[in-house]
């Protein structure tokens, strides 16, 4: 049985693919680039393509399809860089993975306190031997309320680790669970947005979230409020979120995901214009700290995409069905 790998990472995956190819029974077809009319043939007698956050288009799918490929696997949680529809249409199953929850909790944790104590600035004044105080003065977590977006998985995580610092948590989810009443009361989003200090997010990109964030619920929020996105870039209206910062309205924001990130996340493009004039905007604001989606990225984390993976591919190709299938 053969996979074929797509964005394979020779720094941080290559050891986890050596391990559970050899696991789970399966040759591994390495493609470091990534996917493809001009390598598509590399999947050319696989069972399925393991991929991530990289443009799976119609065109791609019906080519792997004529091929014998069956199943594509994303490599990540969120998959809406696959043309659904299109693997609907050739037959081709999806399926997603899943990944230890700590990896996005800790990190939103972290990046919820370094907005908080306006590290950014710390930090870049340090770096100029500008040890003054004036403008760095921050606040203290136990005294807000932080609202938290989805209760999920990596949400409960969040809220989990929140309860430690003694705040007020606030959350919300079309689908309560009594695990994480013992930390957090339940609101319905618009009194989650009205109450909270910080507001952090953690939902999928769907139709019903897509821009959840914009002018008129920003409307809704206090004056000062900190936006946190670890989820998916959609979420939030970025444009809105601009004029946000630049009005004061929003007091901060930490980003580690940002909307139309497709194809410039994980490159080096320190001497090219990026053609992104959001991220340009965002990046050198003094009240943003923004990082390149890097939430996940944990070595348990790594470990886990790469073996759930396969181990769909392996579900699928035996005649079972993946547990993170999508369609």
């Not at 959350?171 to 309560?176: G, I, T």
């Not at 989650?192 to 929020?221: C, G, R």
């Amino acid at each position: 049985m053969k996979i074929a790998a797509y964005n394979y990472r020779d720094f941080d995956e290559a050891k986890y693919f050596e391990k559970f190819g050899q696991e789970y029974g399966v040759e591994i077809v390495i493609c470091r680039e990534a996917p493809n009319r001009e390598n598509a043939h590399l999947a050319e007698g696989c069972v399925g393509v393991s991929v991530i956050t990289t443009e799976i288009s119609e065109d791609l799918i019906r080519i792997w399809k004529e091929m014998g490929v069956k199943h594509i696997s994303t490599r990540t949680i969120g998959y809406d860089h696959i043309d659904l529809d299109a693997a609907r249409k050739y037959g081709m199953t999806v399926s997603n993975v899943s990944y230890s929850t700590g990896s996005v909790a800790d990190y939103t944790v972290m990046i919820i306190l370094m907005a908080l104590r306006r590290m950014k600035t710390i930090l870049r004044r340090a770096d100029g031997q500008d040890y003054s105080l004036k403008g760095s003065i921050g606040r203290e977590i136990g005294d807000l309320t932080v609202g938290v977006v989805g209760t999920g998985k990596i949400g409960e995580h969040v809220i989990r680790n929140l309860s430690g610092f003694g705040c007020r948590i606030l959350a919300s989810d079309p689908y309560e669970k009594e695990s994480v009443r013992k930390y957090a009361s339940y609101v319905s989003k618009d009194e989650l947005f009205q109450l909270s200090d910080v507001i952090t997010f953690h939902t999928p990109a769907l139709p019903e979230t897509y821009h959840m964030v914009n002018e008129e619920t920003l409307k809704e929020m206090k004056d000062g409020v900190i936006l946190v996105n670890a989820a998916r870039g959609s979420i939030i209206d970025t444009e809105a979120l601009i004029k946000a910062l630049e009005s004061k309205k929003v007091g901060a924001a930490a980003l580690d995901v940002v909307e139309n990130e497709l194809g410039i996340f994980y490159g080096d493009y320190k001497y090219q214009v990026i053609g992104h004039r959001q991220i340009s905007i965002l990046k050198d604001m003094p009240n943003v700290l923004f990082t390149p989606h890097m939430a996940f990225y944990t070595e348990q984390a790594v470990s886990d995409m790469v073996e759930h993976s396969i181990e769909s591919i392996v579900a699928e190709a035996s005649g079972g069905v993946s547990k993170s299938r999508v369609i």
